[in-house]
């Protein structure tokens, strides 16, 4: 390696893609010529283009997928003391949405291929306290809905997703947003669609949508009412506006994460232990997060040696999710919140993932220079055959 940096600049993981400034500028002097700030006209016409996207009659737009969440949890009937089984392999987030208003988190092990929720363990987690059953999927590769969907009706117990990384995305054709319960959508800046700040709660279920929109207004009722509890979960135009300017440029940005994928996997074809996760064959991906795995076994070195050599060079790796969520605080120590056991996939995949720059921002040379570095890394420890 050399003394300074490869990068000058570095190269982050989920830096922003922003779409036209020009059509945002237009959008947010509108709001203000119309002194309408918070949901209001661009927030219903993100709601409606989200809607279609996600192949569904109903969008709840909220401040941010937390929020989003907690309000779809309330709105299907999860309240305090009772339990829902989630992913260990995902962010820390979606188990701390529900432990924040007192829902306890049952972490469910991994499938090592995809990463997501083993369906196949989630049946034997379902007890007495069950109300409900979550899985996220993860890197925008879709959670084997049918399966889960058969158990939560089976049980009769409500099926949300954490879709934060998945809009686009499509499982059996069909588009990410319309299965289970509900699914809530992540528009955080570092994701690939961004409303600066932002999320929204996507169903097919008229009255389930109504009851997001009564605890997104502090339970106020359409007709003015207040009916229920509630928080303040509304989005501000602002957000709405940077919303609908970045599904203006959706399909361009999913083209060039594709192209960044494809240009990842040429780099790093064949180099031992090392491969580029995948996604499901045949259906439609937004590439947002560019994963790689690193078999230390294999490539004589593990990952976290990797990931600060690729700091030192100003590469901003991150690894995506480490520790896994049964393993950090408050639920590693607290047997009231989890009951400590192994989840060795989970945790395998813990040890193994790191997600590398991609989007608009990173081009054919910063990616190949990226690779090089991996490759330098692994060639000066992979084990002689």
Same mark, same amino acid.
């Given at each position: 390696?050399?003394?300074?940096?490869?990068?000058?600049?570095?190269?982050?993981?989920?830096?922003?893609?922003?779409?036209?400034?020009?059509?945002?500028?237009?959008?947010?002097? /509108?709001?203000?010529?119309?002194?309408?700030?918070?949901?209001?006209?661009?927030?219903?016409?993100?709601?409606?283009?989200?809607?279609?996207?996600?192949?569904?009659?109903?969008?709840?737009?909220?401040?941010?997928?937390?929020?989003?969440?907690?309000?779809?949890?309330?709105?299907?009937?999860?309240?305090?003391?009772?339990?829902?089984?989630?992913?260990?392999?995902?962010?820390?987030?979606?188990?701390?949405?529900?432990?924040?208003?007192?829902?306890?988190?049952?972490?469910?092990?991994?499938?090592?291929?995809?990463?997501?929720?083993?369906?196949? #363990?989630?049946?034997?987690?379902?007890?007495?306290?069950?109300?409900?059953?979550?899985?996220?999927?993860?890197? /925008?590769?879709?959670?084997?809905?049918?399966?889960?969907?058969?158990?939560?009706?089976?049980?009769? @117990?409500?099926?949300?997703?954490?879709?934060?990384?998945?809009?686009?995305?499509?499982? #059996?054709?069909?588009?990410?947003?319309?299965?289970?319960?509900?699914?809530?959508?992540?528009?955080?800046?570092? #994701?690939?669609?961004?409303?600066?700040?932002?999320?929204?709660?996507?169903?097919?279920?008229?009255?389930?949508?109504?009851?997001?929109?009564?605890?997104?207004?502090?339970?106020?009722?359409?007709?003015?009412?207040?009916?229920?509890?509630?928080?303040?979960? #509304?989005?501000?135009?602002?957000?709405?506006?940077?919303?609908?300017?970045?599904?203006?440029?959706?399909?361009?940005?999913?083209?060039?994460?594709?192209?960044?994928?494809?240009?990842?996997?040429?780099?790093?074809?064949?180099?031992?232990?090392?491969?580029?996760?995948?996604?499901?064959?045949?259906?439609?991906?937004?590439?947002?997060?560019?994963?790689?795995?690193?078999?230390?076994?294999?490539?004589?070195?593990?990952?976290?040696?990797?990931?600060?050599?690729?700091?030192?060079?100003?590469?901003?790796?991150?690894?995506?999710?480490?520790?896994?969520?049964?393993?950090?605080?408050?639920?590693?120590?607290?047997?009231?919140?989890?009951?400590?056991?192994? @989840?060795?996939?989970?945790?395998?995949?813990?040890?193994?993932?790191?997600?590398?720059?991609?989007?608009?921002?990173?081009?054919?040379?910063?990616?190949?220079?990226?690779?090089?570095?991996?490759?330098?890394?692994?060639?000066?420890?992979?084990?002689?055959?």
């Amino acid at each position: 390696m050399t003394d300074s940096p490869v990068f000058r600049e570095p190269l982050h993981v989920g830096r922003p893609n922003i779409g036209s400034r020009a059509r945002l500028t237009e959008r947010l002097e /509108g709001a203000l010529d119309r002194l309408y700030l918070t949901n209001g006209p661009l927030v219903r016409e993100f709601e409606e283009r989200l809607a279609e996207v996600a192949g569904v009659d109903h969008c709840v737009a909220v401040c941010n997928a937390t929020i989003g969440l907690q309000v779809a949890a309330k709105a299907a009937g999860i309240r305090g003391g009772d339990e829902v089984i989630v992913p260990a392999f995902t962010w820390v987030a979606t188990a701390a949405a529900l432990d924040w208003i007192g829902i306890v988190p049952v972490f469910c092990d991994a499938d090592e291929t995809t990463g997501n929720i083993d369906w196949t #363990k989630v049946e034997a987690l379902i007890g007495p306290r069950t109300r409900g059953i979550m899985g996220v999927h993860v890197f /925008g590769r879709p959670c084997e809905v049918d399966e889960l969907e058969e158990i939560a009706g089976r049980h009769g @117990l409500p099926l949300l997703f954490d879709s934060a990384h998945a809009i686009g995305c499509t499982y #059996k054709g069909r588009p990410v947003g319309g299965f289970g319960t509900a699914e809530v959508y992540s528009f955080h800046a570092t #994701k690939f669609v961004n409303s600066f700040e932002g999320g929204a709660i996507v169903t097919r279920d008229a009255e389930f949508a109504e009851r997001c929109r009564e605890l997104r207004n502090f339970g106020i009722t359409s007709a003015g009412e207040i009916r229920s509890g509630g928080t303040n979960a #509304k989005m501000n135009e602002a957000a709405a506006a940077m919303g609908l300017t970045s599904l203006e440029v959706m399909d361009s940005l999913m083209e060039a994460n594709r192209i960044n994928h494809g240009r990842y996997e040429k780099g790093l074809d064949g180099l031992p232990g090392v491969w580029v996760r995948g996604q499901a064959e045949g259906e439609r991906a937004n590439h947002q997060y560019l994963v790689i795995e690193i078999d230390a076994a294999v490539a004589g070195i593990h990952r976290d040696e990797v990931h600060t050599a690729l700091i030192a060079q100003n590469v901003l790796s991150r690894r995506y999710f480490h520790p896994s969520c049964h393993q950090v605080e408050p639920y590693l120590s607290d047997p009231a919140r989890h009951a400590p056991h192994p @989840l060795p996939h989970a945790e395998a995949l813990a040890e193994r993932v790191l997600a590398l720059p991609t989007g608009t921002t990173v081009g054919p040379s910063e990616i190949d220079q990226v690779c090089d570095i991996i490759r330098r890394c692994v060639s000066a420890r992979t084990p002689a055959r």
